[in-house]
């Protein structure tokens, strides 16, 4: 009997149909194949794979071994480098005095909204030397039950490795708690500028002329850097890190100094409406601070001492940090560095 094909159709009378037990019969026919040969070939095989296999993981292992020794001399070596090492929370005595704020109309290279130069008499007052630390930040967090920076994900103790990195992704607000916490306060604008620059109107905290080995700015490292690892580029008074590493929080609004002729509408806070066009911005608690010193990622110009950054004090990033201010002597709990008067 002819048989169905797969589609359900019956052959027509007298069509030739293919014998179904041909491929069966021609099979049948084969000679017999050397079964013991091939089914050694193929145990020897898996055997080769097998211990091909245990190599590799015995290899990776080990690799991963060396690559974690290697890391943790690496981390060693940069935990040990000089400008690494964890520092207290040490101050510098500011002494009291007049300086020259800002610059001359007349300079090219400076923004408009940091003339016209002017002197500012500055009463004694002490400065963090160093830029708030991660470490430093974490007791706050700990000790009142701060919440703690985004980036160290909801723990209350910081990215390992980063305890001497500055505390970042803070706003204003959060740098005042700190400050606040510590008997003290966020600097003045005056203050700031006049512990970068000392009273002698230089551009950069170490001098009239950029050196870019003396402060971490411009990309020319991969991101932040612990704090005083830059000595050489420390103010007239001692004070570190004050050009590039993150810009600082001050407490000042961001307003035109005396006798500044700017248009005012330049110094009012901005938003951008429906359009998508920048459009001043209607609400009256609105407004910028100013953050001063540059930051890792800022160019040489935005990290000169008179360089001014208006900022919404609700922002936070990577690049923005703080130090502290006090009016009096910080608590015993500080070591107050023996400044006095600003080196020559």
Known sequence: MPIVDDFGRRPTPGEETEDPYTVERDLL???????????????????????????????????????????????????????????????????????????????????????????VYVPAFYIGKYEVTNAQYEKFVQGVGYLPPPHWKGRTTFPEGTGNLPVTFVGQAQAAAYAGWRGGRLCRE???????RGTDERVFPYGNDYDPTLANIDYLRDGLTPVGSYPGGASPYGVMDMMGNVYEWTAA?????????????????????????????????????VTRGGCWKCDPWSSQVTTRNPTRPNYASDFFGFRVCWDTPPKPATRTAAAGSAKP
């Open 29 to 119: 026919a084969m000679p017999e194949l050397p079964w013991l040969p091939i089914v050694a070939t193929v145990l020897a095989v898996a055997l080769g794979f097998g211990i091909a296999h245990a190599i590799l993981l015995a290899t990776g292992e080990e690799r991963k071994l060396v690559g974690q020794t290697l890391a943790q001399r690496q981390h060693q070596a940069h935990e040990e480098a000089p400008g690494t090492a964890p520092v207290d929370e040490e101050v510098v005595l500011i002494p009291e005095g007049p300086f020259q704020m800002g610059r001359p109309e007349a300079d090219e290279e400076v923004n408009s909204d940091a003339t016209p130069e002017h002197q």
């Open 190 to 196: 005056d203050e700031w500028e006049k512990a970068a």
């Open 253 to 289: 609004h961001y307003t035109p100094y005396p006798g500044n002729r700017d248009d005012p509408a330049r110094y009012l806070a901005y938003k951008v409406d429906a359009s998508g066009n920048v459009v001043p911005d209607p609400d009256r608690e609105s407004y910028y601070v």
